[in-house]
Nanobody
Framework: QLQLVESGGGLVQPGGSLRLSCAAS????????IGWFRQAPGKEREGVSC????????KYADSVKGRFTISRDNAKNTVYLQMNSLKPEDTGVYYC?????????????????????WGSGTQVTVAS
């Protein structure tokens, strides 16, 4: 059974850093798009970043470009999201998600409805 488990969330001060991990089981990360999405209270879920597990091509939301870095370790079946220079507006529940159907369609990589496998999320709170 395909499962995604996020970890690494927590409370951090503005300007701080966190690294999120998304560990996959039940499948190998060979030909998938793995995305990170976040949802703040009262707001719609939004795409943050995505990576192709086959060729490492990435995509970022404008709001996190230059601050967040997504990477993957296929040997460990894990995708990471390094988050630097965190801001209070980065606060939310962060989810990782996988899709094989959009693995080759980069235009859809930040659209949460295109992803069909989801983790349960990890809370990130940026506050002083």
């Amino acid at each position: 059974q395909l499962q995604l488990v996020e970890s690494g969330g927590g409370l951090v001060q503005p300007g701080g850093s966190l690294r999120l991990s998304c560990a996959a089981s039940g499948f190998t990360l060979d030909y998938y798009a793995i995305g990170w999405f976040r949802q703040a209270p009262g707001k719609e879920r939004e795409g943050v970043s995505c990576i192709s597990t086959s060729n490492g091509i990435t995509k970022y939301a404008d709001s996190v470009k230059g601050r967040f870095t997504i990477s993957r370790d296929n040997a460990k079946n894990t995708v990471y999201l390094q988050m630097n220079s965190l801001k209070p507006e980065d606060t939310g529940v962060y989810y990782c998600a996988a899709s094989s159907s959009v693995a080759w369609d980069r235009a859809k990589w930040l659209v949460w409805r295109e992803f069909n496998y989801w983790g349960s999320g990890t809370q990130v709170t940026v506050a002083s």
